[in-house]
């Protein structure tokens, strides 16, 4: 079972966001635990304030150190659970990441409000500063929230058999090819016809051109360190008998290129 403790001035808001559907499901199993934490309850303030003024000035309130390093010790006691603080400053959230954070039994993840949080706790309790991306969100709980989904989906059990097969094969730096049900025709527009054709060969070759056509128009990023990958499969299928397993390492996203510069290759095996 992994714990997943998220430090927030809205408790319900996250509580809520993330019980339904397959987290939902999975915490029911009992293959993950959720619980909010609101840190206005940690306060030591007769009046339930959190927030002051910054020292050196400028616009805008804080977060207090003390009642954030309360709520931080009321989940983690005198143990170190590595806490994730979701900031405009972190670095940004990748599916790498999330593999990382999955191997945790436990997370605390640890939402701002207002202008950010006092620095001094922050350098106490955080271990990883993340963003979800270069835009501006009122406060870290919808980012928690995207944390949690992205990593929860990684437990074992979470996601049934197909759904993890899906994620662990192939299309790796290309984009889905699109897909169609019911019924054939539908607003004057016909499935493609090689759908219907039966021939799986056909098929998948009719797909990957799709998810190559798709992936250059929306994803320039992902198709140029795509044909990077094809031009350095190409050079060593030159010599298959020898590199087929580098070759398919490669296809199957199991590995990234450091270096190819003419008959030199070098691969990075993660784990
Ligand atoms: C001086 C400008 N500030 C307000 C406009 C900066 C600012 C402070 C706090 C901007 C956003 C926030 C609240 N955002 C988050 O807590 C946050 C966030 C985000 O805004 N974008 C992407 N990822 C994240 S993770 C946490």
């Excluded at 659970?81 to 979701?86: D, Q, S």
């Excluded at 795509?226 to 390492?249: D, G, N, W």
Aim: contains cysteine; charged residues 30%; negative net charge.
């Amino acid at each position: 079972m992994m714990k997943f403790h998220i430090l927030t001035l809205f408790p319900k808001m996250v509580q809520q966001g993330l019980a339904t559907s397959i987290l939902g499901r999975a915490a029911e199993k009992n293959l993950i635990s959720i619980d909010a934490v609101n840190i206005r309850d940690y306060t030591q303030d007769k009046h339930g304030k959190v927030d002051d003024y910054t020292y050196g000035g400028g616009a805008g309130m804080l977060m207090q150190a003390q009642p954030v390093y309360d709520a931080y010790r009321s989940v983690a006691g005198e143990k170190k659970i590595r806490c994730v603080y979701l900031t405009p400053q972190g670095a940004p959230f990748t599916q790498k990441k999330a593999r990382e954070l999955s191997g945790e039994e436990e997370l605390v993840l640890l939402c701002g409000h207002y202008e950010g949080i006092d620095e001094r706790v922050l350098e106490e309790v955080v271990t990883d500063y993340i963003s979800i991306g270069d835009y501006v969100l009122t406060g870290g709980e919808l980012a928690a929230m995207v944390v949690v989904d992205a990593v929860a989906r990684l437990v074992p059990g979470v996601l049934n058999n197909d759904e993890s097969a899906e994620t662990e094969s192939f299309h790796n730096d290309l984009l889905e090819y699109p897909q169609y049900s019911r019924p054939e025709e539908w607003h004057g527009k016909k499935v493609p016809e090689v759908l219907l054709s039966g021939n799986h060969k056909k098929i998948n070759a009719w797909r990957l051109e799709q998810s190559e056509r798709r992936t250059e128009e929306r994803r320039p990023d992902l198709y140029a360190k795509y044909q990077e990958k094809q031009k350095v499969i190409k050079k060593l299928s030159a010599k298959k008998r020898i590199f087929i397993h580098m070759m398919e390492t490669l296809s199957r996203g199991l590995g990234e290129i450091l270096y190819a510069e003419g008959k030199n290759v070098l691969i990075y095996l993660p784990e």
